[in-house]
Every structure is written in structure tokens, then in C-alpha cells.
């Protein structure tokens, strides 16, 4: 059974704190992505890796980096956290070959204070 | 002019009726199109894609894609109260980067 999993379900962080989000998939899935999810304002894609140690920027992506180490883990890292990164973040895989067809995990809420 | 738009509802069905979400996008050259569910305070999963002009039927789900008119519909037969959730429409930009943009969903709701 397809496998997305995200580090934490909720986060409460303070301003300027450095934040790690964690994604880990069991697809053996070359693409993988992060997105946050707003009220309002939908999905919103903030990078993506087609592979090991590659990323592209997406469409929101100032004050995000991200780190993709190893196929089936891909980083999310606030550098230094802000209240308007408040949000639900969903990290997202798929195939080489179906790269639209994606596979969510279960989100991470954070709040920062 | 939204890349992807949808009108956010919701949208009231009763029971047993049919469901029709619809979908407009602006890049004509647009060549895959999807359609997620999410239920409240869960993630998005893929129901439906769609790669040609005309209808795909799975079970009761309908994806109907008109390209010519850059539109894309989902219906949903014999509606049941667990089809209520936010419906997204998706559609890839060959405009840009060939990601897909989502749309900001129907919130549909079945009325038992």
C-alpha cells in the first residue's frame, strides 16, 4: 500500500525559530513535493526534487529551503519561521512515470507564534 | 484570469441524486487533468484523470474533459453522504513548468 509519512501532525514553533518538516515515502518514488494549503488561497506547490540531491522551485518558495538527501526522504526547512508561514504543509510523491499523479501524506499543521 | 478556477460552493445534493462539480483552466495547451478528494482535515487523494476530450466512467465517477472549451467536469452518480468533501481540480501548465496547479475546490455536501 502506497505510503506517505510525515514527521509530525502538529508543530508549534516561535519566530525565528529554525523548522524542519520531515517526508518520508515507501514508493520508491522519484518525484517529491511540498506544498501548503491555505484557506482561501488552495494548494500552493513550494518545491520540488525529481531526484536524489535535485530541486526546482515552485511557486511560493522565498523563505523555504528544502533538502532531499536520499530517494525516499525529502526536507522542508524554514529558516527562520515567520507568523505568515502558518499554515498546513503537505508533502506530496510520484512516479517517474505518472508525475501528476501524486501521492499525499497526511499534512503537518504549524503554527507559528 | 485563474490558472484553475472552481466554484467554491458548497454545493447541496440530495442523496441518490447526481453530483456535478465543474472546471475551468486558461493554458490551452493543457493536456492532463485530475480531479482529488479531500475530506475534512485529511490530505488530497487522486480519484479521477483525464487525457482525452470526452467521458471516463470508474464506478460512479464521471470525468467529462472539453478542451476546446477549457473545460472539465466531474459527476457523481448516485450520491452518497461519504462522497461530501472538497473536490480539487487539477490541471498541468505546459505554459510554465508542467507542474500542476490545483484549483481552490467544491466543497460538496450530500444531504441524506
Known amino acids: 500500500d502506497v505510503k506517505v509519512t510525515q514527521s509530525s501532525r502538529y508543530l508549534v514553533k516561535r519566530t525565528g525559530e529554525k523548522v524542519f518538516l520531515e517526508c518520508v515515502q515507501d514508493?520508491?518514488?522519484?518525484?517529491m513535493f511540498w506544498y501548503r494549503q491555505d484557506p482561501g488561497l488552495g494548494l500552493r506547490l513550494i518545491y520540488f526534487s525529481y531526484d536524489v540531491k535535485m530541486k526546482e522551485k515552485g511557486d511560493i518558495p522565498e523563505g523555504y529551503s528544502v533538502s532531499r538527501e536520499k530517494k525516499e526522504r525529502f526536507s522542508l526547512i524554514l529558516e527562520s519561521a515567520s507568523t505568515n508561514q502558518t499554515s498546513m504543509y503537505l508533502c506530496?510523491?510520484?512516479?517517474?512515470?505518472?508525475?501528476?499523479?501524486?501521492?499525499f501524506g497526511p499534512g503537518t499543521r504549524l503554527t507559528v507564534t | 484570469q485563474k490558472e484553475v478556477e472552481q466554484n467554491s460552493g458548497p454545493l447541496s445534493v440530495p442523496e441518490g441524486a447526481i453530483a456535478s462539480l465543474n472546471c475551468t483552466y486558461s493554458?490551452?495547451?493543457?493536456?492532463?487533468f485530475f480531479w482529488y478528494r479531500q475530506y475534512s482535515g485529511k490530505s488530497p487523494e487522486l480519484i479521477m484523470s483525464?487525457?482525452?476530450?470526452g467521458d471516463k466512467e470508474d464506478g460512479r465517477f464521471t470525468a467529462q474533459l472539453n478542451k476546446a472549451s477549457q473545460y472539465v467536469s466531474l459527476l457523481i452518480r448516485d450520491s452518497q453522504p461519504s462522497d461530501s468533501a472538497t473536490y480539487l481540480c487539477?490541471?498541468?501548465?505546459?505554459?510554465?513548468?508542467?507542474?500542476?496547479?490545483f484549483g481552490k475546490g467544491t466543497r460538496l455536501h450530500i444531504l441524506p
Open positions: 493554458d490551452r495547451g493543457s493536456q492532463s
Open positions: 514508493m520508491d518514488h522519484e518525484n
Open positions: 483525464i487525457y482525452s476530450n
Open positions: 487539477a490541471v498541468n501548465r505546459m505554459n510554465r513548468d508542467d507542474k500542476i496547479i
Open positions: 506530496a510523491s510520484s512516479s517517474a512515470g505518472q508525475i501528476y499523479e501524486q501521492y
